[in-house]
């Protein structure tokens, strides 16, 4: 089993700032991507932000105000949100590619997601 736990979420007004953590556990041999999704109400999940090794990748809407950091031997994902908006509004889930013991294969495994509200 691999469990991804997230932390972090809350409500701030705009142009503040909120850090989002997630942990993985388990039967993990590796991880070899981990990421932030967003899913805002009637919308579609969306990559916010990945690190693999030491690139990373963000996206466009979030680009100079959002830092992704990893912790590979604890196993953790950081996503620390700057400037913040209304429309940054969403569901955000935490996502690993993991391999676990005794498999050859990476699997994609998700948090159960924490509420982030940008509102005055």
């Known amino acids: 089993q691999v469990h991804l736990v997230e932390s972090g979420g809350g409500l701030v007004q705009p142009g503040g700032s909120l850090r989002l953590s997630c942990a993985a556990s388990g039967s993990i041999f590796s991880i070899k991507a981990m990421g932030w999704y967003r899913q805002a109400p009637g919308k579609q999940r969306e990559l916010v932000a990945t690190?693999?090794?030491?690139?990373?990748n963000y996206a466009d809407s979030v680009k100079g105000r959002f830092t992704i950091s990893r912790d590979n031997a604890k196993m953790t994902v950081d996503l620390q949100m700057n400037s913040l908006k209304p429309e940054d509004t969403a569901v955000y889930y935490c996502n690993a590619e993991v391999r676990p013991f005794r498999t050859y294969n990476y699997y994609d495994y998700w948090g159960q997601g924490t509420q982030v509200t940008v509102s005055s």
């Open positions: 690190v693999t090794g030491g690139n990373t």
